[in-house]
């Protein structure tokens, strides 16, 4: 990526897209057309209002992407909305990241909430907190603590899948979160506080506080007795 000039934004007004260096907005701050940088970090308000490419991406305020959002590595403590696609290598999501269409990468890291509009794609996901998800989320590990609300995804599919319950660090918070899906599939799948239609596994546990319609799984079926399962079937 070539080296540019850096945009600082303190104040508030529309800036042009083209090629920066470092892109950084600690105001109230508007780019209008296509941006590519090496680092684009929004410490106030920021929406750039086409494609955004970039080499690192840091969010403490919020900011919203009408377009596509492709970057190798960021980090949102704040909110994010990319109203697009979004290809992003390298996730930590300590607040809340919003995707129109499709998110996929390689380690997504999440401590907050997301919502997806499409699929979810990545090698490693690891997320404590809730979702939404309106595709398949697919990903070689898939380790999840649902800790508030109630997280859902039309598919859910991976080897090694762990759905766990999470108590919340809120004192006053005292419901537990909650996963509901059509189907899960994986090599190794345990689940607590699930309702699902499908679970299709080679080892599949069952934990508490689940309602399944049916197991299909080809080695081992493991239930707790705090669990409902309509039907289980060797494959």
Known sequence: MKKGQNLTINGSGNYPGGSYDKVSIRGDGTINSNIECSMFHIYGTGEALENVKTGS??????????????????????????DGKAALEKIKILG???????????????????????????????????????????????????????????????????IKRKTSLLPFVKEEGSLVVKVIEGDEIFL???????????????GSGCQIGRVEYSNDFIQDKNSTVKMSEKI
């Open 96 to 162: 809340t990241l919003e995707v129109g269409e499709r998110l996929n990468g390689e380690v997504a890291t999440i401590k907050g909430s997301i919502s997806v509009g499409g699929d979810v794609e990545y090698e490693k996901f690891d997320l404590s907190g809730g979702f939404e998800i309106k595709g398949l989320l697919n990903a070689d590990t898939i380790t999840i603590g649902l800790r508030f609300g109630e997280s859902t995804a039309e598919e859910i599919g991976g080897e090694k899948i762990t």
């Open 57 to 82: 991406v840091k969010v403490l305020g919020e900011s919203e992407i009408k377009g596509n959002l492709e970057s190798s590595d960021m980090l949102v403590m704040g909110t994010m909305a990319i």
């Open 192 to 206: 607590e506080n699930t309702k699902a239609d499908i679970v299709r596994g080679n080892l599949v546990k069952i």
